[in-house]
């Protein structure tokens, strides 16, 4: 396991995946009854944009460096920027602790996370919070076993680091996988996008699970050589006024992200009428 998401962090891709995990998180919180969360490859939860790392992937400067400092006519950008902003300047929230703050009394949520040392950073991050859990494990292994939740509403993230050549083939199988145990469940899926018909298989292997409602979310911006341009989101039963929201949202908030053009994106219903 090579890859460090702290040389990612706060890049085109972890906006959109994060703005899209805080309008689903939003909706959910809409009713009282409880829902749960399960973030199957959370990474450590915080990151410093400061570090080494970071400063040597230097992607968060055309990702959320471009838009800390602004204003936001949607609500889901104001959140998540200020869920950003809470974290503290140079710091960048991940996907467990910006949901972890969005648990209400009710909710819980299980992140897992295989790497040693990154889990450790996971469960001191987390540690703040009662309704979160942290755990070691291999995520695709561990999903089975907490599905369906004993609350039967909530998120199921799927968000590898595509490093193993059949990295493809686990995802959409743990995403069949929990759509059999947990069909009713909002599954979200990250995918880079290095060659469109590879991207276009993977989402059709999935499809072909018979999803009710599919979306499907695309970023593309103008990296520079040799690093990823584009990457999806792979929405499956999204909650009701998700794809407007996310269309105002991502309208807003895609243009300022990229190098030197503005960032692109594009959303499609691939199941259902969303
Ligand atoms: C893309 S990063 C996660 C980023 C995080 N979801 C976020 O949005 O902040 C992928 C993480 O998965 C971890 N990982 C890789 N293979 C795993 C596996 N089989 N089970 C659990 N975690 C794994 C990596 O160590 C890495 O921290």
Redesign the pocket.
């Known amino acids: 396991?090579n890859?460090?998401?702290a040389f990612?962090?706060g890049n085109f891709a972890?906006v959109v995946?994060?703005l899209a995990l805080v309008s689903i998180l939003t909706s959910l919180r809409k009713k009282p009854a409880a829902f749960a969360v399960v973030?199957?490859?959370?990474?450590?939860?915080l990151y410093d944009l400061k570090s080494d790392e970071a400063v040597r992937g230097g992607e968060a400067a055309s990702g959320i460096e471009r838009l800390r400092d602004q204003g936001g006519g949607s609500e889901t950008l104001r959140l998540y920027l200020d869920l950003v902003r809470g974290v503290g300047e140079g710091r960048y929230p991940?996907?467990?602790l910006i949901a972890a703050k969005l648990l209400r009394e009710q909710d819980r949520m299980v992140a897992?996370?295989?790497?040693p040392e990154?889990f450790r950073a996971l469960a001191v991050t987390l540690a703040p919070f009662r309704r979160a859990r942290a755990v070691e494990?291999?995520?695709?292994?561990r999903l089975n076993a907490l599905l369906p939740p004993q609350e039967r509403r909530g998120l199921i993230?799927i968000?590898?680091?595509f490093?193993a050549p059949d990295e493809f083939a686990d995802a959409a199988r743990a995403v069949g996988g929990a759509l059999k145990r947990f069909a009713t469940g909002i599954v979200v899926v990250?995918f880079p996008i290095k060659s469109a018909s590879a991207a276009d298989a993977f989402c059709g292997e999935i499809l072909a699970f018979g999803p009710v409602k599919a979306l499907r979310l695309d970023i593309a911006v103008d990296a520079p050589p040799g690093r990823l341009g584009a990457a999806g989101l792979l929405v499956i039963n999204p909650p009701f006024g998700f794809a407007q929201d996310m269309a105002a949202t991502l309208a807003e908030a895609v243009p300022r992200l990229g190098r030197e053009k503005p960032a692109r994106t594009e959303i499609r219903t691939l199941a259902g009428e969303n």
């Not at 973030?39 to 939860?45: E, L, P, S, V």
Request: hydrophobic residues 25%; glycine residues 12%.
């Open positions: 396991m890859y460090r998401h990612h962090a972890d995946k994060h973030d199957t490859h959370a990474g450590r939860g991940g996907s467990p897992i996370e295989k790497h990154d494990a291999d995520g695709y292994a993230l968000d590898p680091s490093e990250w």
